[in-house]
């Protein structure tokens, strides 16, 4: 938790600012508090000792701030072997016998606490508000008062007032002697209520910050222990009491935890559930998707067997033509041989059916030119 420390340096840093305009308007300050010192003086006393409250009211927080601390620390001791606090009395006293984190609250408990607290500290703050009224209130009596010296003072001059047969600067030294009463009563009225508007002003601030430092301090108190409430019915608990009703209670609790448990169980069984479900459907899909794909494949294998029968086939008429290919083969060969044979036997037979042609030819050129002579031999003649 927090220390009081900021509220502390806030409030003395405007007191020695109201200080230095103090020191500043010291002459004007004097003759105001002059005017009416026992009204003034009481206005000042009374600023004084709603101050001095002020800076109680944040300064007790310090003990009640180190009572937790101490109490929330693992080595803490008891809570009844600890100093009384006057804020936390009452959780002190509930919590006798319980330190650390060993305990808890129910709901109930933690705002009847939380009210005691909180009007422990509003009882604090009314004195500070009734001060502030009451500066407010000396100094509007101030103000009457002193109206009140004004409106006595003109009433007596202005019925002593005599211009028959006395001289003019007797009477008007005497009118000037009668106007100091009522010139003292406003001296009086505006002096008090000077003083008592910058003492309500003054003391305003110094209540507006200890109010901050105790709103702070009921805040996180109640964040505190807000984090040690349990949602349950019941009062303030802990494990190892003896008493039957503690003992009730303690059982209702732990029904109560058992059932919280058991919603939250079927609320993630439920899910789980719906999750389930979900992984259910995608697989049945998938095994569709693999049913599909699964028949697909059957038919390519069917098709495979179909296309391999056939292959088998085409494959033994293949074997069969190259068995009777190699028969052929032979066959060929030997054709091809006799072929060749007979081929070499027409050019020889070729080349010698070309010489006797030959010869055949030149017989016949012969026998051609000797006719072509003789016919030529006559016709000379």
Not at 344 to 367: A, H, K, P, S, Y
Request: glycine content about 10%; aromatic content about 6%; overall charge negative.
């Amino acid at each position: 938790m927090r220390n009081t420390r900021n509220a502390l340096v806030w409030m003395t840093l405007f007191l020695l600012a109201v200080a230095v305009v103090v020191v500043l308007l010291y002459g004007p300050l004097t003759r105001a508090f002059m005017a009416n010192p026992v009204f003034n003086g009481m206005i000042l006393a009374v600023l004084f000792a709603g101050l001095v409250i002020n800076y109680r009211q944040v300064l007790i927080l310090g003990p009640e701030v180190r009572w937790i601390e101490r109490f929330r620390s693992a080595d803490a001791p008891d809570a009844a072997a600890m100093p009384r606090t006057r804020l936390l009395g009452a959780m002190a006293r509930l919590l006798t016998g319980r330190h650390g984190e060993q305990f808890t609250l129910s709901t109930m408990s933690l705002r009847t606490l939380l009210d005691g607290i909180r009007s422990r500290l509003d009882e604090s703050r009314d004195i500070s508000r009734y001060i502030i009224g009451l500066l407010v209130f000396l100094g509007l009596l101030g103000t009457f008062w002193g109206l009140l010296e004004t409106l006595g003072g003109v009433s007596a001059v202005i019925s002593g007032l005599h211009l028959g047969g006395e001289d003019v600067t007797a009477a008007f030294r005497g009118l000037q002697a009668g106007l100091e009463t009522p010139l003292s009563g406003l001296g009086t009225a505006f002096s008090s209520s000077l003083f008592g508007l910058a003492g309500a002003l003054v003391l305003g601030f110094i209540d507006l910050q200890s109010g901050h430092a105790q709103n702070r301090f009921y805040n996180e108190l109640e964040e505190w222990l807000a984090g040690q409430t349990r949602l349950s019915s019941g009062g303030l608990g802990t494990e190892g009491e003896g008493s039957v009703p503690a003992y009730i209670q303690a059982l209702l609790e732990q029904t109560s935890d058992s059932l919280d448990k058991l919603q939250r169980v079927m609320a993630r069984g439920e899910d789980n559930r719906r999750a389930a479900e979900q992984r259910l459907e995608s697989l049945i899909e998938e095994v569709g998707a693999l049913a599909e794909q699964s028949r697909g494949d059957h038919k390519a294998m069917m098709n495979m067997v179909r296309t391999q029968g056939e292959l088998q086939g085409v494959l033994q008429n293949l074997a069969e033509s190259t068995d009777s290919s190699s028969a052929t083969d032979a066959q060929i060969r030997d054709q091809l041989q006799q072929l060749t044979h007979t081929l070499d036997t027409m050019r020889q037979e070729l080349g010698v059916d070309r010489t006797e042609l030959n010869e055949v030819l030149r017989e016949e050129i012969r026998l051609l030119a000797r006719t072509l002579a003789r016919t030529g031999d006559p016709g000379r003649g």
